[in-house]
């Protein structure tokens, strides 16, 4: 058989390095082995000098050394095992996609329990910089010798982030919902406890790399949108109140209480409600809201009509009530403002930065308030110049999230129970201004009742690519205003 693939496997620990030089090097479609780094443990193992596969200069050595019609990319430091054909059926996809990447489903060995991990397809919105392509990627030489001679800057961590934004680019990015692999599983937190990696603090230089890589690919796409934002006129509408606290909430009898206790009590020299909007709770939940309008007239306690509403139908309604706020400002159902000041340092921000939409920071804590890491959640890759645009590359913007209530009215919120509030402040930032607050404003609890706390892969799968849909949805609009 004709040897048409180079393989570059990582690792640190020499065990894994041998079973996987073993395993890829055994098949007869594999021309050369070569494992990424300054050095190899194995003698009959030839290293490709210098870095990571996360360095640039990585990526060049491979480009120079390729000389087969593919390649593929082993890029986490695990031991792999192929099924018998799957290399096969990587070429035979690559060949009738004429595709520049392609992965494939995989199995997880998890302390010895074989589980299987689809993948979700890759679309012009998967601009995320975790987005999961498993372990191997398999890739057209000619395509990929092109995507790095486009690599001007020189990254230590992004450099893969940067090459698949360039292959896209290049040609189509195709999935294979086929399981064509085993990798033993790594990272064993659960889904609540990992979907904050990007805002940890440790990170940061990390993801200054990732951002100038997608800011690359936007303003390559047309994509890009310039610090250009409009001030915002306060003078539209007339309101009942200043600010409205809005709180959709299904099934909370445990938190409840707190969350609107937390609102109730803040301070300010203006007047503001909250609305509760109670989505047909089937535990004590409605009950709890009753009691609390009947003492405190400043709750209104919602109760939509129909019955087939999300998180995003349930604000929308909200929205539109006549005792709505001229601003509107977000509590979930599990969490509380962390002081009486909240909603008056909301609107000064308002008013201070002329914006159409205010947006804190929040404390990780557990149920009976004591922090938790990663602990402060600030967002602080935000900058006023870019975060509209980085904030296509990342999963959120942040909590507390306060709006002009006439622009997220005309906007409004996709009735769905996930990515609603990404999607409506994406919206929002296409063209206005977004203020940041960069104290701690909220207690965000983490608890087993918490919705995103341990999701399957079907789950999370489903999330992750309704989040990227909305990015695709929202590139698309960002293009027409390039257009114009």
């Known amino acids: 058989m004709e040897k048409i693939i180079t393989c570059f496997i990582t690792g640190s620990h020499t065990e894994d390095i041998r079973k996987n030089y073993t395993e890829f090097s055994g098949y007869p479609e594999v021309k050369t082995v070569y494992l990424a780094g300054e050095s190899s443990p194995l003698p009959h193992l030839q290293p490709t000098g210098g870095g990571s596969l996360c360095q640039t200069e990585t990526l060049i050595r491979l480009s120079d050394i390729c000389d087969t019609p593919y390649l593929l990319l082993s890029n986490k430091p695990t031991t792999i095992r192929l099924k018998p054909t799957a290399l096969k059926r990587f070429v035979q996809i690559a060949r009738a996609t004429s595709a520049a990447f392609v992965y494939a489903d995989y199995y997880e060995d998890k302390n010895g329990q074989i589980c299987p ?70 990272d064993i937190r659960r889904t609540g406890e990992k979907q904050f990696d990007y805002v940890n603090p440790c990170n940061r230089e990390v993801q200054t790399e990732m951002e100038q890589a997608c800011t690359r690919y936007l303003k390559d796409t047309r994509a890009w949108l310039p610090p250009m934002r409009k001030d915002t006129d306060f003078s539209t509408g007339n309101f009942p109140v200043e600010a409205s606290v809005i709180i959709p909430v299904r099934n909370r009898e445990r938190t409840i209480a707190d969350a609107v206790h937390s609102a109730l009590q803040q301070t300010t020299d203006f007047d503001f409600n909250v609305l509760a909007v109670d989505n047909h709770s089937t535990d004590g939940t409605t009950r709890i809201l009753e009691d609390i309008a009947r003492k405190n007239p400043r709750l209104v306690h919602l109760i939509p009509d129909r019955t087939d509403l999300g998180i995003g139908g349930c604000w929308n309604l909200a929205l539109h009530d006549s005792r709505c706020g001229r601003f509107c400002i977000q509590l979930d159902s599990d969490d509380l403002y962390i002081d009486t000041s909240v909603i008056r340092r909301i609107v000064t921000a308002f ?37 509209p645009n980085n904030a296509l590359r990342i999963n959120g913007f942040g909590a507390p999230r306060a709006f002009f209530t006439p622009i997220i009215r005309d906007i409004g919120f996709p009735d769905t129970s996930y990515g609603e509030d990404y999607a409506a402040v994406l919206a929002v930032s296409r063209s206005h201004r977004i203020a940041r607050i960069f ?37 698309a609009a960002r293009r027409n205003l390039s257009d114009r």
């Open 351 to 387: 008013y201070r930065e002329k914006a159409a939409a205010v947006i804190g920071s929040y404390r990780m804590v557990d149920f009976r308030l004591q922090e938790i890491p990663p602990g402060l959640i600030d967002h602080r890759e935000w900058t006023p110049e870019n975060g």
């Open 439 to 475: 104290e701690p404003l909220y207690l965000c609890r983490r608890w087993e009742g918490n919705s995103d706390a341990a999701l399957s892969i079907q789950q999370e799968n489903k999330n992750n690519y309704y989040k990227d849909w909305i990015r695709s949805s929202e590139i």
């Open 117 to 186: 991990h689809p993948l979700i397809g890759y679309q012009q919105g998967s601009l995320r910089d975790d987005f999961n392509f498993g372990s191997l990627w398999f890739i057209d030489t000619r395509q990929f010798k092109e995507a790095v001679a486009l690599m001007q800057i020189h990254y230590h961590a992004a450099a893969l982030y940067d090459l698949r934004l360039k292959l896209s680019l290049q040609g189509n990015i195709v999935h294979i919902p086929e399981y064509l692999y085993t990798e033993k599983e790594q």
